[in-house]
């Protein structure tokens, strides 16, 4: 079948695979969402073996391609889109498919239905979408929310205890895709995980290495960590060293402490970007 929205140039022959989907852009806090795909990527040999029509999915004057242009002279244009990768795990545990883009500007209901339909004919056991949000939350924390497409959702509160998400308001094109799920009888999943409003401008190691974990646990398959560890060991140092420097930082999270105890928290997903209560670490950490 070929596919409007994107282009394959093979059909990987995978066993059971997952597919799994981190998108850069809105639903990409700290970089989580496309920052873990990447990371399994990278550590999981992945093969590539297509990519996204950029034409049919991306508004160039909303999201531009890049240019590189040296002494006058211009070297390469590249558009914004996306990659498909397939993982061949070891014996006993699922394989995966794994799409890195930017969230496309167009035709959202046609390329779910044709990634849905991809996911089908690769016999995927499931499809997983990532997201990361900022929330009135701590660097520390763990909290990881998510949505179904109707598939198990006490499964993913109790066994791998995540929190059920409340919601109803603007949409990101994950809960489109679990449409299409829905409607082709493909079990489907949005992971969302929360980030510190209170901090820009980083890669969260911290919370990339609970989705990785918790992706690893549900679609049962091994993958080594030691790199997010080492990761975000040696940004946790770099945040306290700027806790103990800095008082607006100290303040900023008393309050979110404060209002942990006093059970705000409750209601998880809101915006906790209020003005004067960003930190960019970009402008403090070491290069």
């Known amino acids: 079948m070929e596919y409007q929205t994107f282009r394959l140039e093979t059909l990987p022959e995978l066993a059971a695979p ?144 995540v929190i059920p998400i409340n919601y109803h308001g603007p949409s990101a094109i994950h809960t489109v895709i679990l449409e299409a799920c829905r409607k082709r009888a493909v079990a489907g999943a949005s992971l969302w995980g929360h980030c510190p409003a209170y901090l820009q401008g980083i890669t969260h190691h911290g919370m990339m290495l609970q989705l990785v974990r918790l992706l690893a646990d549900m679609a049962s398959f091994s993958v080594k960590t030691e790199a997010l560890e080492a990761g975000w060991e040696a940004l946790e140092i770099q945040i306290q060293k700027l806790m103990t420097d800095n008082p607006k930082l100290r303040e900023v999270m008393d309050q979110v402490r404060k209002e942990k105890r006093e059970g705000a928290m409750q209601d998880l997903g809101q915006n906790g970007n209020e003005q004067g209560k960003v930190i960019n670490l970009k402008d403090f950490l070491d290069p």
């Open 18 to 161: 997952v597919f799994i989907i981190g998108f850069r852009g809105w639903g990409n806090a700290l970089e989580v969402s496309a920052g873990t795909a990447a990371y399994l990527v990278e550590t999981l040999q992945a093969v590539s073996f297509g990519h996204i029509e950029s034409d049919h999915c991306y508004r160039y004057d909303e999201t531009r391609p890049v240019v590189k242009i040296e002494a006058g002279v211009m070297k390469s244009i590249t558009p914004p889109g996306g990659s498909f990768f397939a993982i061949e795990t070891h014996p006993g545990e699922k394989d995966l498919v794994v799409l890195i883009a930017d969230e496309p500007n167009l035709n959202w209901y046609r390329f779910s239905r044709e990634l849905v339909d991809l996911a089908h004919r690769l016999k995927a056991t499931e499809v997983i979408t990532l997201g990361s949000m900022f929330d009135n939350v701590l660097h520390t924390d763990r909290i990881i929310s998510a949505v179904t497409a109707g598939s198990d959702v006490e499964g993913l509160v109790v066994r791998h205890r």
